[in-house]
């Protein structure tokens, strides 16, 4: 049995100002061309279909089309809502779309009942867990002490009946610890939606929508397939793919992807102005392209937006590195480096403070107090 495993289409997302809804389109045109070359037995989404809760037509109208090509080629869908959309509204007509082998997470209940998929060697149970957070969950499994993000979604899939004779694939959205994140994603202060990949242990394959660099969490089987376009600087490096399930039982689950090409891609450029629009430097093949423009003048470049765009038509973005705005910088992140939590943050600020850092009670009561402000925000 095969299966497609894609996440994070963001329709009708502007990125810098630009509408990207035509390179959407086209993606999901090639996704189309995947499928017809592929022929898998069914697609999963894995959330954020959407940019916004309430999207814009042009975005519902092409999200429309893509289901129904899918349908018409009597594909199973398997689909749930992000942190980006309203799970209702995601979730309107969803059992209407069950006839046609569309199946549309509800927004959260309590309840997650797997749909059966299966074919002469193998049974899938595919269970579909909208994103959710721990006050959401407290509410439904009326739990009166605060939740971790791990916590609620251990409790969620212990409600869970799994029959472990069958392939048993959950499909998520939420940020598993250990993953990297791009620039154009919802970032919790601190962390605090970390999601510890233990708790998925009972699964076979775990579908994973939220970050946009394609990626296994510790384990092959958790796994982000990414988003099938890039939709930061940061994530201009980045190959996109769809992600290909090819099934034979519970101990054969085979993994590959199929390469993305969007219609422009995303490039950064660096050098003064002088340098950047020189005729030898200017290669026709990226002309198209996003373009984020670094100049190194050491004074600024009036006008510079204007006139980088006559050679740029799709420039992005401009920024400066120079003497100048290197001192101005405060806080250098390194490649690599990761983010400090907000407990890590609270500690540095109590040693300038107190000229020692805080004890183990201390750094308890601080994250107890977090998680507290944390489920009070959700």
Do not use: W
């Not at 995601?90 to 059992?95: D, N, P, T």
């Not at 994973?208 to 296994?216: E, F, T, V």
């Not at 003497?323 to 407990?343: A, H, L, N």
């Amino acid at each position: 049995m095969k299966l497609f495993h894609l996440s994070d289409l963001h329709l009708g997302k502007r990125v810098n100002g630009f509408s990207m809804i035509d390179d959407q389109k086209y993606i999901l045109g090639q996704i189309m061309d995947r499928v017809d070359e592929e022929k898998p037995d069914g697609v999963i989404i894995a959330g954020d279909v959407y940019d916004k809760a309430i999207p814009p037509v042009e975005a519902v109208s092409l999200f429309d089309d893509f289901l129904y090509q899918l349908s018409v080629r009597k594909l199973s869908v398997f689909l749930i809502s992000g942190n980006h959309d309203s799970a209702e509204r995601l979730a309107f007509g969803g059992r209407l779309m069950e006839a046609s082998n569309i199946y549309v997470s509800p927004a959260f209940t309590g309840t997650v009942e797997p749909i059966e998929l299966k074919d002469k060697k193998t049974t899938l149970h595919i269970y579909l867990l909208p994103f959710v957070k721990p006050a959401l969950v407290r509410h439904f499994f009326d739990i009166e002490e605060p939740l971790t993000y791990t916590e609620a979604i251990r409790v969620c899939i212990e409600k869970m009946k799994l029959d472990r004779a069958a392939v048993n694939i959950l499909v998520a959205h939420q940020f598993v610890t250990g993953a990297v994140r791009s620039d154009s994603e919802e970032v919790s202060v601190g962390g605090m939606d970390n999601v510890d990949a233990e708790v998925f242990e009972p699964f076979d394959y775990v579908a994973l929508g939220h970050l946009h660099g394609p990626q296994k969490v510790e384990k092959e089987h958790i796994r982000y397939c990414g988003s099938p376009l890039k939709y930061s600087f940061s994530e201009r490096t980045q190959v996109k793919s769809l992600t290909v399930l090819e099934i034979e039982s519970k101990d054969s689950i085979a993994l590959r992807t199929i390469p993305l090409i969007a219609k422009h891609d995303m490039r950064q450029i660096r050098g003064t102005y002088e340098e950047i629009t020189r005729r030898d430097f200017i290669a026709e093949k990226f002309k198209e392209d996003y373009i984020e423009a670094v100049l190194t003048d050491e004074e600024d470049v009036p006008d510079a937006a204007r006139k980088l765009s006559i050679f740029y038509p799709n420039l992005m973005k401009i920024s400066y590195d120079n003497t100048r705005t290197r001192s101005d910088r405060e806080i250098v992140v390194t490649d690599g480096e990761k983010p400090k939590s907000e407990i890590d943050l609270l500690d540095d600020l109590y040693t300038i403070q107190n000229g020692q850092p805080m004890s183990s009670e201390q750094r308890a009561f601080a994250l107890r107090l977090f998680e507290r402000i944390q489920e009070e925000l959700a």
